[in-house]
């Protein structure tokens, strides 16, 4: 069937919201899967049935006028409406048992097993689709829907579009070489470590906003040496002289590895851990599940 005979592609409203933010008939109709002349006509049909212009047309690109605004708002509000009837529907006959997850990669070994065993436990059949990315890409995807719920640290600064849920305050020490001078000390503070060079995370990543506004706080710029992406290379990077770091208590391995992590006082560090979810969308039951799950108690690793 040809997508100018097949009647699902221009169902339901959202080919009308997606004409209203592409604002071009050509590209709306290439993100809808169809073509121009057949949008063009379900358009033309929809304004002669209203007996009214939803766009001005300046030249090829379309602008929504009151009209139009008005009725692409009733249908944004259609479509969650449905989508809502939708996912209790589906809950109702077993709904849909795929999660997919996204969360940063200290957690892997230690919160998500946790919170996936408490989802299997109530939906024995789910299966997992599972990110990991930085914070940033997280947040984005979740935002986006390509993911339905994520993990990240910490709570994200900008909010739009997405529920948060804290779930813990984990403390964050300063790690150092065990010869370090600061090693044998029971607490530090953070300016007590202002002169050292810092192995750290990129920007984008939670940590890295950690460090950057503990820092500021405690009144001075972090000297950064080497970044990378994975908080278990930079333990590995400061036991091998490279410098210092601030990192979350979980962060152990098996035996002693060289690194001392020091307690944080004056400030007293944690990152919050928490779950985002997209504001306007209706999770299915499994998601639902993971979303509102307790979390484990934190590990401490030495």
């Known amino acids: 069937m040809t997508h100018e ?15 209203a933010e592409v604002e071009n008939v050509t590209d709306a109709a290439a993100m809808l899967g169809t073509t121009q002349p057949t949008l063009s006509r379900r358009l033309a049909t929809l304004e002669s049935a209203l007996g009214a212009s939803l766009f001005d047309r300046p030249g090829r690109r379309l602008r929504l006028n009151d009209a139009g605004r008005i009725y692409v708002d009733a249908a944004r509000r259609a479509d969650f409406t449905m989508a809502v009837a939708r996912a209790r529907i589906a809950e109702m006959h077993g709904g849909d048992d795929e999660l997919r997850l996204g969360f940063l990669h200290s957690f892997g070994p230690w919160l998500v097993p946790h919170l996936l065993g408490h ?11 599972l990110v990991q990315d930085a914070a940033e890409t997280i947040c984005r995807l979740v935002r986006e829907g390509d993911l339905d719920v994520g993990i990240v640290s910490p709570k994200p600064r900008v909010e739009e579009g997405l529920q948060w849920r804290s779930l813990i305050q984990q403390p964050i020490a300063l790690a150092v070489p065990e010869d370090h001078p600061l090693a ?8 007590d470590a202002a002169e050292e060079t810092f192995v750290t995370m990129p920007a984008r990543y939670g940590m890295r906003r950690v460090l950057d506004e503990a820092c500021a706080e405690a009144g001075f710029r972090p000297r950064l040496g080497t970044e990378c992406q994975e ?5 590995g990077l400061v036991e091998a002289g490279l ?7 979980e962060q152990r391995r098996s035996g002693a590895d060289g690194v001392r992590l020091v307690t944080l006082c004056d400030p007293a560090l944690t990152r919050e851990i928490g779950i985002v979810r ?25």
């Open 5 to 19: 005979q097949d009647p699902e592609v221009l169902s339901g409203h959202s080919w009308i919201v997606t004409l």
């Open 231 to 235: 908080l278990g290379t930079v333990r």
């Open 278 to 302: 997209a504001a306007d969308r209706v999770l299915p039951a499994v998601a639902r599940s993971l979303a509102d799950a307790e979390a484990p108690p934190l590990p401490f690793g030495q």
């Open 119 to 129: 989802v299997r436990r109530s939906h024995p059949h789910a299966r997992f689709q």
């Open 184 to 191: 044998s000390r029971g607490e530090v503070t953070l300016r």
């Open 243 to 249: 410098g210092v770091a601030l990192l979350p208590r």
